[in-house]
T-cell receptor, first 115, second 114 residues
Framework: EAQVTQNPRYLITVTGKKLTVTCSQN?????MSWYRQDPGLGLRQIYY???????DKGDVPEGYKVSRKEKRNFPLILESPSPNQTSLYFC??????????????FGPGTRLTVL | SQQGEEDPQALSIQEGENATMNCSYK?????LQWYRQNSGRGLVHLIL?????REKHSGRLRVTLDTSKKSSSLLITASRAADTASYFC??????????????FGKGITLSVRP
């Protein structure tokens, strides 16, 4: 089944404790992206990747890191999480390099709480 | 500033009625997409309409695009309780290049009463 998977689905952590949220897609998509969703603010892009080893900042990259060592995986790293990073996170992928030209496929979401 | 803005923010209708949701945007687009999100879950793609198209259908969904008014509407006919969800419009920019990304609106909450 074609899908985007994220793990973990739920995570409660404490300020400053490094964490990684994994994202994997099995559709051989070029473009991958991370979003955070907050009430009243909609979806905001954190980072994106147009290909292996090619990543760049989205609209709200502060406090986050990403890597794209393999085409299928795009982990999101919070090196020192803070309470303002409490949010619902989504990974998404699309077939083409230009992420805005085609359908995006979303993962199920990771609900992160930072105490 | 927000590229896509949906209207209304919330909509409550009776099962069987039609639901119409609108989206306006500011800059030229390559395409406009509608997504649905059930509470706390991932977004699911519903339909994509390109800038050279005016209307598109998919099952009970009908999307129109008016590029002169920079607006789109999503019509769900004969709504069902299962249509209760948040609906987002997203625009893909006209100009390709670095981070040709989708920009999402803040969403419309649709409640369909049984």
């Amino acid at each position: 089944e074609a899908q985007v998977t994220q793990n973990p689905r739920y995570l409660i952590t404490v300020t400053g404790k490094k964490l990684t949220v994994t994202c994997s897609q099995n559709m051989n998509h070029e473009y991958m992206s991370w979003y955070r969703q907050d009430p009243g603010l909609g979806l905001r892009q954190i980072y994106y990747s147009m290909n292996v080893e090619v990543t760049d900042k989205g609209d709200v990259p502060e406090g986050y890191k990403v890597s794209r060592k393999e085409k299928r995986n795009f982990p999101l790293i919070l090196e020192s999480p803070s309470p303002n990073q409490t949010s619902l996170y989504f990974c998404a992928s699309s077939l083409f390099l230009a992420g805005g030209t085609d359908t995006q496929y979303f993962g199920p979401g990771t609900r992160l709480t930072v105490l | 500033s927000q590229q896509g803005e949906e209207d209304p923010q919330a909509l409550s209708i009776q099962e069987g009625e039609n639901a119409t949701m609108n989206c306006s945007y500011k800059t030229s687009i390559n395409n406009l997409q509608w997504y649905r999100q059930n509470s706390g879950r991932g977004l699911v793609h519903l339909i994509l309409i390109r800038s050279n198209e005016r209307e598109k259908h998919s099952g009970r969904l009908r999307v129109t695009l008016d590029t002169s008014k920079k607006s789109s509407s999503l019509l769900i006919t004969a709504s069902r309780a299962a249509d209760t969800a948040s609906y987002f419009c997203a625009t893909g920019p006209k100009v390709s290049g670095a981070n040709s990304k989708l920009t999402f609106g803040k969403g419309i909450t649709l409640s369909v009463r049984p």
